[in-house]
């Protein structure tokens, strides 16, 4: 490894997964004495962790990739490394090999421990590395992340998804799900604990299905956290409708540490098109679960993710979404129009939506929901919430931006930096994706 004068720049996309994993990456390179730099373009390593969601994914992550080119040419020292979702697909590393072959170290999702090695190598021999393993059973050994913020950190807990959801590219990028061991999961939340860490964010495709390898579900797993000294929020991120259990339900309930939140993917109100994106569950047992949910927690808030324009998406099942947004009554919603994922097979199916009608969805889809968004947090206007305050304010000069349990994002007025902390906030006013207050 070099030495401390070395620096490194990570570029992330996509989900917290992603997020996370570049906490992970960011550790290992400072605990081999990289200092992280305030630009790629002065770093003497790079990684461009990818995310292969998105629409036109591979045009955008080709492009960003091609402006490396000119600075490895000139600098043969560069250390250019990509790792995430893109080269999980066999035809991007064929790419790679051919158009990009000045890039010097490619990894996966699921060897992301391999990395130190391979920059070891990489440096000593000159040679590019290159590690993909498709569909490991391993679980990767969780490092010492270099954490985004002190007193609140994720922590991955599944990886991988067996859901084959019809317009999903996850499970061929991430491989089927493992678990990690509650004991595990555990052990590296005392420890955050131990190191000022407030609140946790438990992680994976489908949290839901977490199944401990010796035995133990993910309501137990949020038992055993709720009873860490230290630890005062738990959020979880992202949840299967047809994987929440009775169990999972109880624990709104019963542990007071649990945030009064879930972000609970809908996509679609008809039960036409779930079938037809294989989510396995219909309109009824999703409503079915958001009753549950609010018997036992009445002021949870719930989020959602849509796809509208799904293949086959007829005005008659659009309807059934606009119906089944305003019947939930969600506090916030990701929208997305269907684009066609590569290898997914959605992307084959015949009857495709005109880009006309799919904006014009998309349109009155998000008018309902910010209606209904705005309507929810003008109820909070007047009444005190704790806050947990996580730096300034991007939004409005001078304030200080932090999060509810409900995780409304708030921004408020008080002199002093409170970062970190949890702070009562008085709100004086509502948007529709915020609340404005001020330090009680
Ligand atoms: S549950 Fe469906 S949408 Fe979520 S990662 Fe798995 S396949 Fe993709």
Not at 58 to 64: E, T
Not at 137 to 156: M, S, T, V
């Amino acid at each position: 490894m070099r030495g401390s004068e070395k620096t490194y720049k990570i570029i992330t996309f996509g989900c917290q997964m992603n997020e996370h994993d570049s906490e992970n990456i960011g550790g290992m390179l400072e605990a081999a004495g990289y200092a992280e730099a305030d630009s790629p373009d002065v770093a003497d390593v790079v990684v461009m962790n990818t995310c292969s969601v998105r629409e036109h994914a591979d045009k955008r992550f080709f492009g960003m990739l091609g402006q490396f080119k000119k600075r490895k040419e000139e600098d043969p020292d560069f250390i250019m490394c990509v790792c995430g979702c893109m080269p999980q697909q066999p035809r991007i590393i064929r790419e790679i090999r051919e158009h990009f072959a000045w890039t010097d170290i490619v990894f996966g999702t699921q060897t992301i421990g391999d990395f130190p090695e391979l920059l070891r190598k990489r440096i000593e021999t000159g040679k590019k590395q290159f590690s993909i393993v498709d569909n490991s059973q391993e679980i990767p050994e969780e490092q010492g992340a270099k954490r985004l913020y002190k007193f609140k950190a994720l922590i991955n807990i599944t990886y991988g998804c067996n859901n084959f959801c019809t317009y999903c590219i996850v499970p061929y990028t991430r491989g089927r799900e493992k678990s990690r061991t509650i004991e595990d999961v555990v052990k590296e939340a005392r420890a955050l604990a131990d190191d000022g860490v407030v609140e946790v964010m438990l992680l994976g495709q489908n949290v839901n299905s977490f199944r401990d390898p010796n035995g133990g579900s993910f309501a137990d797993l949020i038992r055993e956290i709720n009873d860490i000294p230290g630890i005062r929020r738990i959020r979880f991120m992202t949840s299967h409708p047809k994987d929440i259990s009775p169990e999972l339900i109880a624990c709104y309930r019963d542990c007071d540490k649990l945030c009064k939140q879930i972000h609970l993917p809908v996509q679609s109100g008809s039960d036409r098109i779930l079938k037809r994106m294989n989510r396995h569950y219909d309109r009824e047992r999703y409503l079915g679960v958001v009753k549950d949910l609010r018997r036992v927690c009445p002021d949870i808030a719930i989020s959602t993710d849509i796809i509208v324009g799904f293949p086959g998406e007829t005005e008659e099942d659009f309807r059934d979404t606009l119906s089944l947004v305003d019947q939930v009554g969600y506090d916030s919603a990701f929208t997305f129009i269907y684009s066609k994922r590569e290898g997914t097979p959605a992307a084959m199916f015949p009857d495709q939506v005109p880009e006309d009608v799919k904006h014009a969805r998309l349109i009155e889809l998000n008018e309902h929901i910010n209606a209904g968004a705005l309507r929810k947090n003008q109820t909070y206007v007047g009444k005190t919430y704790e806050v947990l305050c996580e730096g300034r304010s991007t939004k409005n000069d001078g304030a200080w931006a932090g999060r509810t349990d409900d995780f409304k994002l708030v921004n408020f007025q008080g002199g002093r930096d409170v970062t970190g902390r949890m702070v009562d906030v008085e709100i004086t006013s509502a948007k529709t994706f915020s609340l404005d207050g001020r330090l009680v």
